[in-house]
C-alpha cells in the first residue's frame, strides 16, 4: 500500500516512511491510496469472529503486504491482548466500552499496535527516534505506556498545564526512563502547533530523528478501525440500522471509524459529539470551517478547536461538504448538559458514564430524536473509564468512583515535568539539547 499527503496527492511514500516520519514533509497528513473492500463473506460471518481475528483479517485487508503475515500476526496479538465489550443499556442503546486497556483509555489500541509496529520497521537501524506528542490527556499516557522502555525510541509529551486531570497528569508524567513530559504554558492547540513546527525544522532534522504518536500518524488510526468492526460483530441482528455516535476532539477516533466504512464496514450513520469546541458542528452547518481557539470544558480529552484529522475527513470525501454532511452528523453541548447527562445515565440505567461519554449519549439522544428513527441499535463510544475523571464523576453522580489498581500505582509516585512556555524556541531548545 502506497500513503499520500493530504496537501499533495503526488507526495507518495511506503507505509514503512508513512509510519516512521508521521507527518509529510509538506505538512500534511498520510493516507493510503486506496481502502480495498474486505469480502463480503467476512463481514456477513463477522460475529463468529474474535476480536485478534478480526483485527488481523482488517490490518491484512488495509496493509496489503507492508508487514510480513507472521510479524503482523505477532504485533496483533500483542496490541490487542484486552477487551472492547458493548455493554446494553436497553433495547437500541449500548455502550462500547474502549477503556480495559492498561491506561483505561480508547488510546491504547493505537498506541500499543504502534509502537510494536515501529519497534519492527525501526529495528535494523542505528537511529534512536524520538516521538513527538501533544495530547489533551489520555493519548500522552497510551503513548507513553506503549512505548515505555522500547529500545530505540524516546518519548516527549507535550501537555498543557492545569488543563489535564490529575490521575491523568500522573499518568505523563511518573514513567521515567525513556518518557519526558514536557508542561506547557497554554491549551492543547499550543501543544499540537509547537510539535506541527518542529517536523519542517531543517536544523532539527539535521540531529535528531522526529516521528510522531498522535492521530496524525496513520499507524495510529488502523488499529483504532478495529473495534469498530468488533461493536458491529457484537450488535449486528437482522440487519438492523446501526448508529455510531463518537466523542470527538481531534477527530482521530471518528476518522478511523471512517476508514472502517469504507473497508466496507455497513454502518451509514456517523455522529460526531463535541463538546463547546464546535467547529465542526459549524462547519456541518455552514461549509464553512473556521478553527477557534480550544475552550476549557469537563470532557477535556475533546478541547481542541482546529482538529488535525479534519484534513483526512475533507480528503477521503473530496473536499465536498453536501456528502460529509450526508454521513456525519454533528452536535455540540455545554458542561451542564454533560452533568446532567451522566445524571440521567446513572439514574436510568445504573451505569457510570465519564463526561466524554456523556457527550456521545447526548448527541446519540439528539440525532434518533430528530430523525423519529425507531428500528435501530445505537452505539456510543465510552473513550476511558470513569475514575479518570472521578471528582467530576463523583460530584455528579454522588457516588464514589472505585480507581482500578493500575491508576492506584501511578498517583503514589513523584510528577517529573519540564515546563515550558507556548514559544517553539523552548520545544526547539529542549530537543536540542536532550
Given amino acids: ?89 436497553d433495547e437500541r442503546t449500548n455502550i462500547l466500552e474502549l477503556f480495559h486497556g492498561p491506561t483505561l483509555a480508547f488510546k491504547d489500541f493505537g498506541a500499543r499496535f504502534m509502537a510494536e509496529t515501529m519497534s519492527y520497521l525501526n529495528k535494523d537501524s542505528d537511529k534512536e527516534i524520538v516521538i513527538l506528542v501533544a495530547t489533551s490527556g489520555d493519548t500522552g499516557s497510551a503513548v507513553a505506556n506503549g512505548f515505555y522502555k522500547v529500545d530505540g525510541i524516546k518519548v516527549v509529551l507535550l501537555y498543557p498545564g492545569g488543563k489535564v486531570s490529575r490521575i491523568q497528569e500522573q499518568q505523563l508524567t511518573t514513567l521515567g526512563e525513556n518518557i519526558t513530559a514536557l508542561e506547557v504554558d497554554g491549551t492543547f492547540d499550543d501543544c499540537q502547533k509547537l510539535v506541527k513546527q518542529a517536523f519542517p525544522d531543517k536544523q532539527l532534522a539535521g540531529k535528531i530523528t522526529l516521528s510522531s504518536a498522535n492521530s496524525i500518524n496513520i499507524a495510529r488510526l488502523i488499529p483504532q478501525s478495529f473495534y469498530y468492526f468488533n461493536a458491529y460483530a457484537q450488535v449486528i441482528k437482522n440487519k438492523q440500522r446501526i448508529i455510531l455516535s463518537v466523542p470527538s476532539g481531534n477527530f482521530g477516533n471518528l476518522t478511523a471509524g471512517l476508514f472502517a466504512r469504507e473497508m466496507g464496514l455497513p454502518i451509514s450513520d456517523y455522529i460526531a459529539a463535541v463538546n463547546a469546541n464546535d467547529v465542526f458542528p459549524d462547519y456541518i452547518e455552514t461549509s464553512v470551517f473556521t478553527p477557534k481557539p480550544s475552550v476549557k470544558t469537563l470532557s477535556n480529552a475533546m478541547d481542541v478547536g482546529n482538529p488535525s484529522n479534519f484534513a483526512r475527513i475533507l480528503d477521503m ?118
Fill in 1 to 89: 500500500m502506497k500513503y499520500y499527503s493530504t496537501n499533495n496527492k503526488n507526495n507518495i511514500v511506503s507505509f514503512k516512511e508513512a509510519v516512521l516520519k508521521g507527518i509529510a514533509d509538506d505538512g500534511g497528513l498520510f493516507m493510503p491510496s486506496e481502502f480495498p473492500k474486505l469480502p463480503l463473506e467476512f463481514i456477513q460471518n463477522i460475529s463468529k469472529c474474535s476480536f485478534k481475528e478480526i483485527s488481523y483479517t482488517v490490518a491484512k485487508n488495509l496493509l496489503n503486504g507492508d508487514l510480513p503475515d507472521n510479524i503482523l500476526h505477532n504485533i496483533v496479538d500483542k496490541a490487542i491482548n484486552f477487551d472492547a465489550p458493548v455493554v446494553p443499556l
Fill in 317 to 434: 470525501y473530496g473536499r465536498k461538504h453536501d456528502i460529509i454532511k450526508q454521513i456525519i452528523y454533528s452536535a455540540s453541548f455545554s458542561d451542564e448538559q454533560t452533568k446532567a447527562a451522566m445524571k440521567e445515565v446513572y439514574s436510568k440505567y445504573n451505569y457510570v458514564i465519564d463526561p466524554h461519554g456523556a457527550v456521545g449519549y447526548l448527541a446519540f439522544q439528539k440525532y434518533i430524536n430528530e430523525k423519529k428513527l425507531s428500528d435501530f441499535a445505537g452505539i456510543i463510544l465510552e473513550t476511558a473509564h470513569p475514575s479518570k475523571f472521578g471528582d467530576i464523576v463523583e460530584s455528579v453522580i454522588n457516588k464514589k468512583i472505585e480507581i482500578p489498581e493500575r491508576l492506584k500505582l501511578c498517583l503514589s509516585k513523584e510528577k517529573h515535568s519540564v515546563k515550558i512556555s507556548t514559544n517553539y524556541e523552548d520545544l526547539h531548545s529542549f530537543l536540542i539539547n536532550n
